[in-house]
């Protein structure tokens, strides 16, 4: 695993120096990271570099997982579409789940470290646990929720203002709230089996064991399957381009162990698929994950990412650091990544997704200098370093009420 040290080449010594003085102002402070699961979707693929890169700066970050049964996260996926924006029914009864569910949690959850991070909703009651004791609260929200259903954000806001503070990874997604909130985007790790340079003969097995040939350019969505990742609209999409362009796609997903719905909308998009040959529908061992995610992103010809809604798409930054062309939703954090024109094309249909898949297809040297525009931006801002300097400067002004702090 990659230590401190060997991100030196990629961002440059003083940014590495920088993140050694923030560490040594947190010596003693044991920053512990709650969430819902430890493998699937970002946040899991943000802790599992975070807390160790962390810990050999000098900082004790720790994790902790709840556990919830399948009616609980089938609960919580609601309050995340709904969050989303997404239109969910949520019968009364399940506030009062959720509460009883949480009480559960609570009891359950040893708090120890001296800055609580809890990520997201699924785990958002475990404040009542907090006292006062002087450890400091922050809740970590993942979630776009500048169109939130009102009704679920008014539940969870009685939970929300008792915390000291809240991250949003977009300006866009900050509420008006009367608590500090602060904007830290996500981050991709340049140096994680994901992401890593990795040989052609690599890249060629992976695609040998799916039955991916390179005989017709390959476009490519890598997503759980989730409805607001709108894997049936990218098939809409291809099924368009292959009009004009010979080409085929892979839908490459998984699943989390708090995402309930999967299942079903895996069976909606094999259903959609037709059996087309051209169309390959990937699910991904766990234990090969990263280095087949790793592969099929290299062997790309263009990269699909036409999410409905968007926390932040991690998978747009790693495609991009792989420097391929992307073609993208204007929704949630992807325009942050995505500079329209000049790193990517952002797109907000089934027919724009379509016509500026084509656009790259039919020009390579556009697609190219696109992708290469894409990498520089990831470096700039996108990489794991400079969210450990944020989350560390966060964690520092905790201790400071004030908005300027000499260190
Ligand atoms: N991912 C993966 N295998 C899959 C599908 C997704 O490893 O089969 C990873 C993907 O590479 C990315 C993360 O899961 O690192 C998804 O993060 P993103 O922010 O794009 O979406 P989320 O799932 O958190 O909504």
Redesign the pocket.
């Known amino acids: 695993m990659a230590s401190i040290k060997d991100y030196r080449p990629i961002v440059g010594r003083s940014v590495i120096e920088e993140l050694e003085l923030l560490a040594a102002h947190l010596k003693g402070v044991v920053v512990q990271n709650i969430n819902s699961t430890a493998v699937g979707?970002?946040?899991a693929?943000i802790l599992t570099r975070f807390i160790p890169l962390l810990r050999e700066l000098g900082v004790d970050a720790r994790w902790d997982v709840i556990k919830g049964d399948r009616r609980f996260f089938e609960v919580t996926k609601k309050f995340h579409n709904a969050l989303h924006g997404r239109e969910e029914e949520i019968p009364d009864g399940i506030y009062e789940f959720f509460l009883n569910e949480g009480a559960r949690i609570i009891d359950e959850t040893d708090i120890y470290g001296d800055i609580v991070v809890v990520h997201d909703p699924q785990p958002i009651m475990l404040v009542r646990k907090k006292r006062r004791d002087g450890k400091k609260w922050v809740w970590r929200c993942h979630v776009d929720i500048a169109h939130a259903d009102k009704r679920v954000f008014a539940f969870l806001k009685q939970f929300i203002m008792k915390y000291d503070g809240v991250i949003f990874s977009s300006p866009l997604f900050s509420r008006r709230l009367a608590l500090r909130q602060f904007l830290i985007s996500p981050s991709i790790d340049p140096l994680s089996d994901?992401n890593k340079e990795i040989p052609q003969e690599t890249i060629d097995s992976v695609l040998k064991k799916y039955g991916v040939k390179r005989d017709k350019p390959v476009i490519t969505q890598?997503?759980?399957f989730d409805y607001l990742k709108d894997p049936v609209g990218v098939i809409d999409a291809f099924n368009l381009v292959k009009k004009y362009n010979d080409c085929q796609l892979v839908l490459?997903?998984?699943s989390a162990a708090d995402d309930p719905e999967s299942d079903k909308v895996l069976s909606e998009v094999r259903e959609k698929a037709c059996r087309d040959p051209d169309i390959h529908i990937l699910l991904?061992p766990p234990e090969q994950?990263?280095i087949d995610?790793n592969a099929l992103q290299r062997a790309s010809t263009v990269i699909i990412q036409k999410s409905i809604r968007e926390?932040?798409?991690?998978?747009v930054s790693?495609a991009l650091w792989k420097a391929k062309p992307v073609v993208a939703s204007a929704v949630g954090g992807i325009p942050l990544q995505v500079e329209h024109q000049r790193g990517g094309l952002l797109c907000r249909s089934v027919e724009g997704s379509a016509r500026a898949v084509r656009q790259l297809l039919n020009n390579p040297e556009y697609a190219g200098w696109l992708g290469r525009n894409g990498k520089e931006h990831i470096r700039q801002n996108f990489l794991l370093t400079r969210h450990l300097r944020d989350y560390m400067l966060l964690f520092i002004a905790l201790y400071h009420g004030e908005d300027i702090i000499h260190l």
């Open positions: 979707g970002g946040v693929e994901k890598v997503s759980r490459a997903g998984n991904i994950n990263d995610i926390g932040f798409g991690l998978v790693e």
